[in-house]
């Protein structure tokens, strides 16, 4: 059996409610953490060698759920960076899947309640891998969905009415700040990304430099150790 196909059997096995799934709602258990409503979270979060960690968020029908992710750093010189995402929906049904470092997930909720999202580090068995997530839900205008005649009877109402039009703008805005802070939380967790490869970077260099200095040393005197031993033994030879 092919070893991802093994891995998402253990990932549909244990995305029931358990000690390591985390939810977003009333009050969860010691290892739970619940999020609800039109909120967006973003936070890091460290997942151990064939870890798995389970979280729920709430969403109403007809919004639009997103989940932004990427590995910032693995634990380990031979460490896979790829990461198993897993989105489902609250009659359980599979949403979406990725197996990419980073990756952005998108749609539009079709009924209300928890949408479960599972990260899965099952690729490493002994390494660690931090993941930093940005994940939320945000509710468009339900009148963008309107027929064509619809919307242009209605905004000949709007334009009689300054607080329609005040409200229509107010929810337009809201959207575009909730696009701008989902762009400004990817820019964060791809600036801290840069970040952790460059001190790593610096720290393989760091070491590899040592090392190539201590073996340029150590083959330095044993070459000076055996040319004088070579000297010294025929100098020490009788003479005719």
């Known amino acids: 059996m092919p070893g991802h196909l093994w891995c998402w059997m253990l990932v549909l096995l244990l995305m029931s409610p358990g000690p390591k799934a985390q939810k977003t709602e009333p009050k969860a258990g010691p290892s739970g953490t619940l999020f609800r409503g039109a909120d967006q979270y973003n936070f890091a979060i460290l997942l151990p060698g064939s870890g798995l960690q389970c979280y729920w968020h709430f969403a109403h029908q007809s919004g639009r759920f ?5 590995v910032q750093w693995v634990s380990g010189m031979s460490a896979d960076r790829r990461l198993h995402v897993a989105v489902l929906s609250p009659e359980g049904i599979q949403v979406a899947t990725l197996d990419e470092p980073s ?3 998108n749609f539009q909720t079709q009924v209300t309640g928890f949408y479960q999202m ?16 940005d994940f939320g839900v ?4 339900l009148r963008d969905g309107d027929s064509e005649d619809e919307e242009a009877r ?5 334009l009689n009415s300054t607080i329609t039009s005040i409200q229509v703008s107010t929810d337009k805005l809201k959207t575009y700040v909730v696009h701008m802070w989902r ?6 967790m791809k600036r801290a990304t840069d970040y952790y490869l460059l001190v790593s970077n610096s720290s393989y260099v760091s070491w590899w430099s040592a090392a ?3 073996v340029i040393l150590t083959a330095g005197y044993l070459q000076l150790f055996i040319i004088k031993r070579l000297l010294h033994s025929q100098s020490s030879k009788p003479r005719c």
């Open 154 to 158: 209605k905004d000949e109402e709007q």
């Open 66 to 70: 997103y989940l932004t992710y990427m």
């Open 212 to 214: 190539q200095s201590a």
């Open 118 to 133: 599972c990260f899965g580090n099952f690729i490493n068995k002994f390494a660690n891998m931090q993941v930093y997530l």
């Open 183 to 188: 762009f400004y939380n990817y820019g964060r």
């Open 103 to 105: 990756g952005q997930i």
């Open 138 to 141: 945000y509710y468009e205008d």
